[in-house]
């Protein structure tokens, strides 16, 4: 009976002491598709052409899961991102997409940037003798260090795909 009256007070002060925290709902920032990074295209073979790309990927839609917040200095938002995936020579079904999701002040500067992968598989047509265009869904928890940064109403979120200098001298 002791130990029991031991164990609820000190459950009983642990739960006053604790402090919540409070998050301030805010409105979500408005968010851009980069124009020179929105295609992403890959290849399963050393070099990379035009002739042998295994997939052409886009990005095309997305969605804030839940409304956004401030806690603790950071914006934090969950955000699900739609990409279409088009087969053109591909002998494998797996697919990973590299991108990110640039924070971007009212002069276009970025502020904080964030990379992630989307990992999907192509689907196949219906007698499994070729891939065909597959969507693929990621939902990414964003959480953007705003400590020492000016917000309003004027910041992005721009998102793209991480392309090296030889996707995108093929791409453009």
């Known amino acids: 009976m002791k130990r029991n009256l031991i164990l609820f007070i000190s459950l009983f002060i642990l739960s006053c002491t604790s402090e919540k925290q409070q998050s301030l709902s805010i409105l ?39 409304k956004c917040s401030i806690l603790n200095n950071n914006i934090i938002a969950k955000l699900s991102v739609l990409f279409v995936v088009s087969p053109e020579n591909a002998k494998q079904s797996k697919i990973t997409l ?15 940037i964030q990379y992630y992968k989307a990992i999907g598989t192509l689907k ?40 090296n200098k030889e996707k995108l001298k093929i791409l453009n």
């Open 28 to 66: 979500c920032p408005g968010l851009f598709f980069s124009k020179d990074h929105r295609l992403y295209i890959s290849s399963e073979e050393n070099s990379l052409n035009l002739n042998n790309l295994s997939y052409k990927a886009e990005i095309n839609n997305y969605k804030f899961v839940n």
């Open 98 to 112: 590299p991108y990110y999701i640039a924070f971007l002040d009212n002069e276009k500067n970025i502020l904080n």
């Open 124 to 163: 196949k047509n219906n007698d499994k003798s070729s891939y065909v265009e597959t969507e693929i869904t990621t939902t990414s928890d964003i959480i953007i260090p705003i400590k020492d940064i000016n917000i309003d109403i004027n910041n992005k979120l721009l998102i793209g795909f991480m392309l």
